[in-house]
Nanobody
Framework: QLQLVESGGGLVQPGGSLRLSCAVS????????IGWFRQAPGKEREGVSC????????NYADSVKGRFTISRDNAKNTVYLQMNSLKPEDTAVYYC????????????????WGQGTQVTVSS
């Protein structure tokens, strides 16, 4: 059974950094693209970043380009999201999700999801 578990969230001041981790089990990470999504209170869930199964391609939402970096360590079955220069508008629950091989445009194409980790950016 596919399982994804996010960790690394917390409270950070504006301008600070956090690194989120998405640990996967029950499947070989080699064959899956992993996306990061977030949902702020009262807002729809949105895509943040995604990395292909090989790690050869990745993409970012315009709002996080230049500040967030996605990476993966298939040997550790873990995908990371390094978040720098955090802003209050980055406050949200962050989720990771898996899709076979390549990143997908539709959220519905990510078949397995984690439970989320809260990120709060506030002074």
């Amino acid at each position: 059974q596919l399982q994804l578990v996010e960790s690394g969230g917390g409270l950070v001041q504006p301008g600070g950094s956090l690194r989120l981790s998405c640990a996967v089990s029950g499947f070989t990470l080699d064959y899956y693209a992993i996306g990061w999504f977030r949902q702020a209170p009262g807002k729809e869930r949105e895509g943040v970043s995604c990395i292909s199964s090989s790690g050869g391609s990745s993409n970012y939402a315009d709002s996080v380009k230049g500040r967030f970096t996605i990476s993966r360590d298939n040997a550790k079955n873990t995908v990371y999201l390094q978040m720098n220069s955090l802003k209050p508008e980055d406050t949200a629950v962050y989720y990771c999700a898996a899709a076979i091989i390549s990143c997908r445009k539709r959220m519905a194409d990510f078949g397995s999801w984690g439970q989320g980790t809260q990120v709060t950016v506030s002074s």
